[in-house]
């Protein structure tokens, strides 16, 4: 399963490797929101919670689905600015139809799908949609939902409002930790991409990123099978300290592509049972099961999501979920109308840091 950016005609000088206050404050946001995902974070993230206001976290909370999952397409620009508050500015420069609708595809489950026949503002049917689709993933999700709909400009505000206040809570002294981290890994790319050319500087980014031999084309491991240009503008390319091991791609139409990519790799997981690694690696073995754990990596799925995303049978994919339960790659199931599965990050994270990052990418 790849991501194809297409770069033919497009002067490798026309890449750009730079660093990016408000990804950077995505990549912590998520981080506070999924700590399990970050456990060399965990003790930031709830140090970073105990110190927040209440008015804040409720706020954070209120929002998460524009980073918790996935994140918002704006959230990762193309254009990296020097300070947040730039940067924020040029989100309130994107009109309401393409920041509601990337800002409804994370809250709804991240499939852009429904949204392509029509746009939520103006087209009744897809309002509805985007609505029932916001309340099968939760309350807060439907609620969140209502107000951009109904109030896209005071949603934005809001949002912008959150951010600014992260900067003073916590983002701005994170931010100066991890600057001289950030420059020495741009350093090092850009130093490859003039003097080897771009195979060289993605082979330095990430494993999972290689040219095409054709040098037409960036083939990124991703979950899904996609393809968008750079032909229109330039391709970027963001580091991230506190984003890995996640290496995330903004691709959808209208938006320029954008991979941030994880900085120092960590070191290699403490070892468990041998009996254990070869029952959890007999599951993963299935490329279907492989999938399905990449899924749920992205948040808690029923059985029925699962099927409808793959195009697999219900019984098919009861089978497959009870092979990694078995496996012990699933946490507990919570009870309740709609019994949704949970990744196991610690038992995946026990496996090695190269299959958490294949699994997280």
Not at 132 to 144: H, V, Y
Not at 257 to 267: K, N, R, S, T
Not at 335 to 355: C, E, K
């Amino acid at each position: 399963m790849t991501l194809r950016i297409d770069i033919g005609g497009l002067l490798s000088e026309r890449l750009r490797f730079a660093a990016s206050p408000l990804a950077e404050l995505t990549a912590m946001l998520h981080v506070l929101a999924e700590p399990g995902h970050h456990p060399r974070h965990a003790d930031w993230a709830g140090e970073v919670w105990a110190g927040l206001g209440d008015d804040l976290a409720e706020r954070l909370r209120e929002s998460e689905f524009l980073w918790r999952s996935s994140q918002a397409d704006f959230l990762i620009p193309a254009r990296p600015r020097p300070t947040l508050a730039e940067e924020l500015d040029d989100v309130d420069r994107i009109d309401d139809e393409a920041y509601v609708t990337a800002a409804l595809v994370t809250t709804c489950g991240g499939d852009r799908g429904p949204f392509t026949a029509g746009s939520p503002l103006t087209d009744a049917a897809a309002r509805e949609r985007a609505l029932d689709l916001a309340q099968a993933r939760g309350a807060r999700q439907e609620a969140f939902a209502e107000r951009l709909l109904a109030d896209p400009a005071a949603v934005r505000t809001r949002v912008r409002r959150t951010l600014e206040q992260c900067a003073d809570a916590f983002f701005d002294a994170a931010w100066a930790d991890v600057a001289v981290e950030l420059a020495t890994d741009l350093r090092l790319k850009n130093d490859l991409l003039k003097r080897q050319g771009v195979a060289a500087a993605l082979t330095a980014v990430s494993s999972a990123i290689t040219l095409a031999p054709d040098g037409d084309c960036i083939v990124v491991d991703k979950l899904q099978d996609k393809a968008t240009a750079a032909r229109a503008g330039a391709g970027t390319f963001i580091p991230s300290v506190f984003g890995r091991p996640h290496l995330l791609a903004v691709h959808a139409p209208g938006w320029h592509p954008v991979i941030q990519y994880p900085v120092a790799e960590p070191g290699p997981a403490e070892p468990v049972s041998l009996e254990t690694v070869t029952l959890r690696l007999e599951a993963l073995a299935h490329p279907v099961r492989l999938r399905l754990l990449r899924t749920l990596a992205r948040g808690p799925h029923t059985t029925g999501e699962l099927a409808h995303v793959w195009q697999l049978s219900l019984p098919e994919v009861s089978r497959h979920l009870s092979v990694l339960r078995r496996a012990g790659l699933l946490a507990p199931r919570q009870p309740g109308r709609y019994v949704r599965h949970t990744l196991s990050l610690p038992d995946v994270t026990s496996l090695g840091t190269d299959l958490l990052a294949a699994v997280l990418r």
